[in-house]
């Protein structure tokens, strides 16, 4: 479902930038910051690498044909964060979205994909983009993995921070996002909410709701960022 233009869009100097969350209760948040204004497009893709995808690659595709192609795409919503670094509550940008869990089991351990000789197993989002969102929010900068199983174990989250040391916190679509970004040669960026910490899951002490409001103050604060962002930068730089 998209937003409509009167809910869900901000003027961004005709910069078209598509904002992808999971649900639609991060999708809500993320369209509190943009009332009343004109430019983006927020779309709840699902949960998952392959719906976000395939969402995503989809409303990419449509917006081409029809003459509007997206400038960015941004994956946005909740998360769980890797403890002390990302404290629930806090705000994580990646500077690399990567997959955490895709690959194969060996004897020596887990090989990503790439190690297979397949595909990739990251993406980098434009270094000035990062950096003017980390400014205008406050946020921290790392790695943000996606994954398609979500931790549950001491074990596990001490693995994917063994494998990934720069790892702030894990979702399950920001990687999926990012590949159909890249199929259509547009930047990607992700932005997360910590509700949780990463490792045994303890419903009780998961802050959903206060993680939604920190996501709608951040994106509060991304207007003058987006006004003024080059939307011919090379993802890489």
Not at 22 to 40: C, K, N, P, T, Y
Request: charged share 15%; glycine share 10%; net charge negative.
């Amino acid at each position: 479902m998209v937003v409509p233009p009167e809910e869900g869009l901000l003027t961004t100097s005709g910069v078209r930038v598509l904002i992808a969350t999971a649900v639609s209760v991060e999708r809500d948040a993320v369209a509190q910051a943009f009332e009343g204004s004109a430019g983006i497009e927020v779309l709840a893709v699902g949960v998952g690498p392959a719906a976000s995808a395939a969402a995503t690659a989809t409303a990419l595709t449509t917006a081409a044909l029809g003459g509007t192609p997206y400038d960015l795409v941004v994956s946005a919503g909740i998360a769980g964060g890797f403890q002390p670094e990302a404290p629930v509550g806090s705000l994580v940008v990646a500077d690399e979205i990567t997959v955490a869990d895709l690959g194969a089991e060996t004897p020596e351990g887990f090989a990503p994909v790439t190690a297979l000789g397949f595909g990739t197993v990251t993406h980098t989002p434009p270094k000035s983009l990062v950096r003017d969102v980390t400014t205008a929010t406050g946020a921290r900068t790392g790695t943000i993995l996606t994954v398609s199983t979500v931790t549950g174990s001491t074990e596990r989250a001490a693995d994917l921070r063994t494998r990934h040391p720069r790892a702030l916190a894990e979702a399950m679509e920001g990687f999926g996002v990012a590949e159909a970004a890249a199929a259509h040669g547009v930047p990607v960026l992700e932005i997360r909410a910590v509700s949780n910490p990463v490792g045994p899951r303890d419903r009780a002490a998961w802050r959903i709701g206060e993680a939604l409001q920190a996501l709608t103050a951040a994106f509060g604060k991304l207007t003058p960022v987006l006004e003024s962002w080059n939307r011919h930068e090379h993802p890489g730089n």
